[in-house]
Nanobody
Framework: VQLQASGGGLVQAGGSLTLSCAAS????????MGWFRQAPGKERKFVAAITWSGDTTYYADSVKGRFTISRDNDKNTVYLHVNSLKPEDTAVYYC????????????????????WGQGTLVTVSA
């Protein structure tokens, strides 16, 4: 199984990016997908998640209204559209896959996720 995250970069505050996570080696449509981030010197934190069907999404309070998670099951890809970026959004962003069978309780923690990508760095300058 591989989760390949991409799309990070250096952006000015107020800017936007779209992060992508391409999955292979698994039946993508059977997995709930999540994005987490880890800022330098800090713990990894939940950002957003989406159910296998795309019907339900979850967001951390800190990104609600600014970030949007979506998925394309035909392309085995999950996206994170990040808008109105702030310097405190600077972090390595990781995508993760949780089997549908594990349900959605605790989806905002890392405990439900079976596979993790390598991360993509987002740096927001003031």
């Amino acid at each position: 199984v591989q989760l390949q995250a991409s799309g990070g970069g250096l952006v000015q505050a107020g800017g936007s990016l779209t992060l992508s996570c391409a999955a292979s080696g698994l039946i993508f449509s059977s997995y709930n997908m999540g994005w987490f981030r880890q800022a330098p010197g800090k713990e990894r934190k939940f950002v957003a998640a989406i159910t296998w069907s795309g019907d339900t999404t979850y967001y951390a309070d800190s990104v609600k209204g600014r970030f949007t998670i979506s998925r394309d099951n035909d392309k085995n890809t999950v996206y994170l559209h990040v808008n109105s970026l702030k310097p405190e959004d600077t972090a390595v962003y990781y995508c993760a896959a949780s089997p549908q069978s594990r349900g959605t309780s605790l989806i905002q923690t890392g405990l439900r996720y079976l596979y993790w990508g390598q991360g993509t760095l987002v740096t927001v300058s003031a």
